[in-house]
């Protein structure tokens, strides 16, 4: 089981980037997926999360409005919408899934991607 986060890069504040987390050895289909971050020196904090079909998001008060989740199980991929991007943002992005209800709980999920960096200038 591995999940493949990638789509990170340098942006500017206020521009765009859309991660991906992908599953390669298992389906996503029955598993919810949240998205987390860890900045430099700081505790991982919970972004977002989505439901197994898809039916259900959660998102952090922070990113509500600026985010959004959205996942495609024919791809077995689940996609971070980042908009209006800010320099507090920067931090590495993991995607992790669990089978169940999503969470915004680390500690809850199963199996986690190895991250991918964003860096939001100023």
């Known amino acids: 089981v591995q999940l493949q986060a990638s789509g990170g890069g340098l942006v500017q504040a206020g521009g765009s980037l859309r991660l991906s987390c992908v599953a390669s050895g298992h389906s996503f289909t029955s598993s919810a997926v949240g998205w987390f971050r860890q900045a430099p020196g700081k505790e991982r904090e919970f972004v977002a999360a989505?439901?197994?079909?898809?039916?259900?998001?959660y998102y952090a008060d922070s990113m509500k409005g600026r985010f959004a989740i959205s996942r495609d199980n024919t791809k077995n991929a689940v996609y971070l919408q980042m908009n209006s991007l800010k320099p507090e943002d920067t931090a590495v992005y993991y995607c992790?899934?669990?089978?169940?209800?999503?969470?915004?709980?680390?500690?809850?999920?199963?199996?986690w991607g190895q991250g991918t960096l964003v860096t939001v200038s100023s």
């Open positions: 992790a899934s669990r089978v169940g209800y999503y969470s915004d709980q680390g500690v809850e999920y199963d199996y």
């Open positions: 989505i439901s197994w079909n898809g039916g259900s998001t």
